[in-house]
């Protein structure tokens, strides 16, 4: 997969993509990820990205030239070009499946009060948000969605087995799990973890998942 970044902060990127998981993807060249800083796209001598919104109200807004020519100079036939803002659909373990089918995603992220509309009219294939609340730019956003996708992808994660059996890949949350000592501190690890009868345990796992998504994310279960 090949993933390009529209930032004004490239600097931010470098450090949570170089390590371990991602880092493998990307030397064994499962993930290619570029990162671009959006000033390249600008004409002006003061490399203007932003201006004052029409109506009047507080802060900038992200102008809509640079970016429409950073994602037309950037956009391939497959290109999927994703807004990050908060104005976006939840992202989820299901956008994140959807994403990992893709080819070539382009993130676009905010700064300021936001983008210029057309942006989100003209340019924009879809808008996702990481959360209800407001960040000061879209980098992190952009980071938590190429980690999320990119453990998706088919080699990254040693046994992909892993990503099928992990929190929200069936709707629920992960059944409790434990590993030596089998006492600690007299915490003791459930006798079917132990008992070597595998319909008991999983027929315990499921169960511990219901409960669990139960007690804490009801919401998930409607
Ligand atoms: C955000 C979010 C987010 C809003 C103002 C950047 C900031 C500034 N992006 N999910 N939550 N973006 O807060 O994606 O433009």
């Not at 879809?126 to 088919?154: F, K």
């Not at 992990?166 to 459930?190: D, I």
């Not at 009868?197 to 315990?204: F, G, L, S, V, Y």
Request: glycine letters at 8%.
């Amino acid at each position: 997969m090949k993933i390009d970044v529209l930032t004004l902060f490239p600097a931010m990127f470098a450090g949570p993509l170089d390590e371990s998981i991602i880092m493998r993807a990307r030397k064994a060249g499962l993930l290619e990820l570029n990162i671009h800083q959006l000033r390249d796209w600008t004409q002006d001598r003061h490399k203007t990205v932003d201006d004052r919104p029409f109506g009047g109200g507080p802060g900038m807004l992200l102008k809509a030239e640079p970016l429409f020519a950073a994602v037309e100079g950037l956009r391939r036939e497959p290109t999927k070009v994703i807004l990050l803002s908060p104005a976006g659909r939840n992202f989820s373990q299901a956008i994140a499946r959807e994403l990992a089918e893709a080819q070539d995603l382009l993130l676009v992220t905010g700064h300021y009060e936001g983008f210029d509309e057309r942006v989100r009219d003209a340019l924009a294939d879809d808008e996702l948000s990481i959360g209800d609340y407001v960040l000061t730019n879209g980098a992190l956003p952009a980071m938590v969605v190429i980690d999320a996708v990119t453990r998706l992808l088919p080699g990254v994660l040693g046994d992909d087995a892993s990503s099928r059996d992990e929190s929200f890949s069936h709707g629920l949350l992960e059944y409790p799990q434990y590993t030596r000592p089998a006492e600690f501190r007299g915490m003791k690890v459930p006798d079917v973890l132990v008992s070597g009868n595998h319909a008991e345990i999983e027929k315990w796992r499921r169960e511990q998942a219901q409960l669990r998504t139960r007690q804490a994310r009801p919401d998930l279960l409607t």
